[in-house]
C-alpha cells in the first residue's frame, strides 16, 4: 500500500481533471518507485513524497528510535543522547496501598492504588536506587517502576522511609545494578542522575514527571520563586523548601527538578491547593542530608532539632529588659552606634531535648556555631536571604556538638549543646506500621496520633468537645521515651460494659490509681491488677469521667468480643512502645 505520507501529497500536486480516489484504489498495489508509478507521476513529485516519508513527518523515522548508549555521531547527536538517557532515567511509579483503619486499628481499609514518578541515582555504599516521595509508597502492598517507552513494570521494594522530608528509596533489583556491580555491563542499562548544587533565586529549572492527564513522560519549565522553610504536608515538619512557578500535579511527586546541566536539584513533593503555577520541591540539601542519614545508620533516622521554644526579641523594651540594648563607641570624637546585641529568648526547654541542663529559662540564644541570630529568630543564608534558625540545627546530625552563643544574667558566653532527634508525644505517623490498640471488655484503647484526629476530622470547622480537647495535646512535649496519649475511642458493645456503650475519644490517665505512660503500660497494670473491680479515670483529672469494670469477668468479655467482631488479637504493640 502506498504511505499516507505520500498520497496525501500526489493529491496536492495532480491536475484537477484526474479522480485521485479511482487512480488510486485502496486495492491497487502501489510502490512509490516502482516502474509503473514512475511512468504515471513526475520524478519530482515521487522523490518528494520519498523525501517526506524519510524525514518522519506522521510517524518517526528510524533515527529517532537510535540506541541511547551509541555515540558515534558528532557532538550534537551525543547531547541529544545524553537528553535521551537523563528522560529515560525518571521511572513511573504504581503502588497499591493498603492503610490501616485508625478507628478501628484492627483491619484495613479498602486498597487504593496510585501512580507517582521517580528517578534513578547512584547511592554510595548502596548503588543504584529509585528515588521518590514517601507519600507515593506509603503503605504500599505491591510497588512497580515503569521505564519511559516500555511496558513492563518491575517489582520494587521500599528500602528507606523519611516521613518528615517525603523522601524514600526503592530497590529494584530486576533492573538496577546493586553496589557490587559497578564494573559490570548491566550499569548501562540505566543511567543515574546526577546531585547539583542548590540553585539560586531566578534559575530555569525544569520539572520531569508523569503527571494526571497522560501516560507518557511530561517536562514541565518554571524558575525558583524562593527557598525558605516550610511544612511538609507529609509529616508536618518544617524544613527547608523550595518553591517554583511550575505547577507541580498528582503524580509529579517523586520526579527529579534538574537545572540547565541535567542534574537533580530537587525531588518535586507538593502543591498548593487554588493557587495555579506553584509548586514545591525538597531541595538538594535535603536529599543529601537524607542519603547522608541512610548511609551512616543504614536506614533513615531523622532530622535533628535543639528542642527549644523561643520568644522573638523584636521589641525594644524587651532587649531592654535584657540588657541587650544597642552599644555606643567613639572613633575620632565622633559617635558610631556598633551593631546591637539580639538575638532570641529561651522560654521553655523540651524533656528530652540535648540542650536540657545546658541551657535556660531566660537565656538568649545569640548565635550558634558563629552564625548570628536576629530578633525575629532568622539566620543569614546567602546574599540578601534569611532562613530560620531551624534550618541550620537541621542540616546536623545526631551526636554533632553546636556551639551556642548564649546571653544569661548579663553576660556572654558560650555553651557546648549535643544535638539530638526529639520524637513527638502525639505521631504524625507509625513508620508504615499499623496503629496499636487494646482492648479491655470492650473498651478499644489507642495511642492518639495525627492521622487518629484526621479520620475524626479535627481540622474541619466543627468537632466534639472532646476531640477538640485531644487537638490541643497536639504539640504536648513528650517527657520521656515511649510514652503514648492513650485514649479510648471506643466502647464495642457487651454486657459487662453497660451504660458505657456511647463513650468515645476520651484521654486515660490513670488505671486504678496508677498513671498510665502508654498502652503497653496499660496492659501490664490490667494483668498485674488484683482487686474484684477495675478503675478508669479519664482527663481532666478533676471532674472527668470516671469508669469502674470487674475485674474477674475481663478476660472471658475481651474473648466473646473479639470472638463476635472477628478480631484475632486483643492487643498490638510496636517494639519502641
Known amino acids: 500500500m502506498l504511505h499516507r505520507t505520500a498520497a496525501i501529497l500526489l493529491s496536492y500536486v495532480l491536475p484537477t481533471t484526474f479522480s485521485f480516489t479511482t487512480l488510486l484504489h485502496p486495492k491497487t498495489k502501489l510502490d512509490p518507485l516502482s516502474i509503473k508509478c514512475r511512468d504515471l507521476f513526475p520524478r519530482s513529485i515521487l522523490l518528494l513524497a520519498t523525501i517526506v516519508e524519510k524525514d518522519g513527518l506522521f510517524w518517526p523515522s528510524s533515527s529517532d528510535n537510535a540506541d541511547p548508549n551509541d555515540f558515534s555521531d558528532n557532538n550534537s547527536e551525543e547531547e541529544e543522547r545524553i537528553l535521551a538517557r537523563t528522560l529515560d532515567s525518571v521511572l513511573k511509579v504504581y503502588a497499591t496501598h493498603s492503610e490501616p483503619d485508625f478507628l478501628i486499628p484492627w483491619q484495613k481499609r479498602h486498597q487504593t492504588t496510585s501512580t507517582s514518578s521517580g528517578f534513578v541515582i547512584d547511592v554510595p555504599g548502596l548503588g543504584f536506587r529509585v528515588m521518590t516521595n514517601a507519600h507515593s509508597v506509603e503503605y504500599g502492598s505491591v510497588v512497580q517502576v515503569q521505564r519511559r517507552g516500555e511496558d513492563e513494570k518491575y517489582e520494587a521494594v521500599v528500602e528507606a522511609v523519611g516521613n518528615e522530608c517525603d523522601l524514600a528509596l526503592l530497590r529494584v533489583d530486576s533492573l538496577l545494578p546493586s553496589a557490587f556491580d559497578n564494573d559490570s555491563g548491566s550499569v548501562d542499562r540505566m543511567y543515574a542522575l546526577q546531585l547539583g548544587s542548590l540553585p ?30 516550610q511544612e511538609y504536608a507529609q509529616a508536618g515538619s518544617c524544613l527547608l523548601a523550595m518553591q517554583i512557578d511550575a505547577a507541580i500535579n498528582p ?64 521589641n525594644q523594651s ?40 545546658t541551657l535556660q529559662n531566660m537565656d538568649v540564644i545569640m548565635a550558634v556555631d558563629g552564625i548570628p541570630v536576629g530578633g525575629d529568630g532568622k539566620i543569614p543564608f546567602r546574599r540578601g536571604e534569611r532562613v530560620d534558625l531551624p534550618c541550620y540545627i537541621s542540616s546536623l546530625f545526631e551526636g ?13 558566653m558560650e555553651v557546648a549543646v549535643p544535638l539530638k532527634r526529639i520524637q513527638s508525644l502525639v505521631p504524625s505517623h507509625f513508620h508504615n506500621k499499623p496503629p496499636p490498640f487494646l482492648i479491655c471488655s470492650g473498651f478499644v484503647f489507642t495511642a492518639l496520633s495525627v492521622p487518629y484526629l484526621e479520620a475524626k476530622d479535627a481540622w474541619d470547622d466543627y468537632y466534639s468537645d472532646n476531640v477538640s480537647y485531644l487537638l490541643g495535646l497536639v504539640h504536648a512535649p513528650l517527657k520521656q521515651p515511649g510514652d503514648e496519649v492513650v485514649v479510648l475511642s471506643q466502647v464495642l458493645a457487651h454486657k459487662a460494659n453497660l451504660g458505657y456503650e456511647h463513650f468515645m475519644d476520651l484521654h486515660l490517665l490513670e488505671f486504678n490509681g496508677v498513671e498510665v505512660r502508654c498502652l503497653k503500660h496499660l496492659q501490664q497494670l490490667i494483668a498485674e491488677s488484683t482487686g474484684p473491680f477495675m478503675t478508669f479515670q479519664f482527663a481532666p483529672k478533676e471532674g472527668g469521667r470516671f469508669i469502674v469494670l470487674d475485674r474477674e469477668n475481663n478476660d472471658e468479655a475481651t474473648r466473646d468480643i473479639c470472638a463476635e467482631h472477628s478480631i484475632g488479637t486483643p492487643f498490638l504493640f510496636h517494639a519502641e512502645s
Open 200 to 229: 539560586s533565586l531566578q534559575d530555569e529549572v525544569e520539572v520531569l514527571g508523569y503527571p494526571a492527564g497522560g501516560d507518557s513522560l511530561c517536562v514541565t519549565k518554571g524558575v525558583v520563586s524562593r527557598i525558605e522553610m
Open 251 to 314: 503524580g509529579n511527586s517523586g520526579g527529579p527538578v534538574v537545572n540547565e546541566d541535567l542534574e537533580a536539584v530537587g525531588v518535586a513533593f507538593q502543591g498548593l491547593d487554588e493557587v495555579e503555577n506553584c509548586g514545591y520541591v525538597v531541595p538538594v540539601s535535603v536529599v543529601r542530608h537524607f542519603l547522608e542519614d541512610v548511609r551512616r545508620n543504614n536506614g533513615y533516622t531523622g532530622f535533628c532539632q535543639l528542642g527549644v521554644d523561643i520568644c522573638f526579641l523584636e
Open 318 to 357: 524587651f532587649r531592654k529588659f535584657l540588657k541587650l540594648g544597642g552599644d555606643e563607641t567613639s572613633i575620632n570624637g565622633d559617635r558610631t552606634r556598633r551593631r546591637r546585641s539580639t538575638g532570641v529568648m529561651v522560654r521553655s526547654i523540651a524533656p528530652t531535648s540535648g540542650a536540657l541542663g
Open 400 to 412: 554533632d556538638i553546636a556551639k551556642v552563643t548564649i546571653w544569661r544574667d548579663g553576660k556572654e
